[in-house]
């Protein structure tokens, strides 16, 4: 019966190492594609309702902020992006406070005009306040742009 249970634990044992080595990878990971951001352009498709032009152009001035204080010790490639809002809705749900956006973006080369990286996310906020919303969902946005392009975050002003 002893010698039944150390071979069990024996065998467990061997098991977890093996299932420990076996997450090692001897390659690195490949470095994520990393640009020079110097512009944004933020655009939305039509739809009913339409967009609010207070969304548009905080999305704007946000963005465009982080690529101003966002500084590269090394070449990149130089890239402009087109941010495209293809889906936006407000006062969702039971109560009426979910508000989303589907987002596309589009880093176009400066020099050729040919695209090289493309991103699409969704983001969602909760607020019954529609001037809360566009301000949230700006911010959201935003921070998702700026992490996608490693792009830093200006300082707050009051």
């Known amino acids: 019966m002893m010698l039944l249970r150390s071979g069990a634990v024996l065998a467990l044992a061997g098991c977890l190492a093996l299932a420990a080595c076996s997450s090692w990878s001897l390659t690195p990971k490949p470095s994520t594609p990393?640009?020079?951001?110097?512009?944004?352009?933020?655009?939305?498709?039509?739809?009913?309702?339409?967009?609010s032009p207070k969304l548009l152009s905080a999305i704007s001035e946000r963005v465009n902020a982080a690529i101003a204080v966002t500084t590269r010790d090394t070449p990149l490639p130089k890239v402009a992006l087109t941010i495209r809002l293809t889906d936006v809705r407000k006062g969702r749900s039971f109560n009426k406070d979910r508000n989303a956006a589907k987002i596309n973006v589009d880093a176009a080369a400066l020099d050729t005009g040919a695209v090289v990286a493309m991103a699409s996310f969704e983001t969602s906020n909760f607020t019954p306040d529609p001037t809360a919303a566009d301000d949230l969902m700006a911010e959201d946005i935003a921070a998702r742009i700026r992490s996608i392009f490693v792009l830093k975050a200006p300082p707050l002003v009051n």
Request: charged share 15%.
């Open 34 to 51: 990393a640009y020079d951001v110097r512009s944004a352009t933020v655009v939305a498709d039509q739809s009913v309702p339409p967009v």
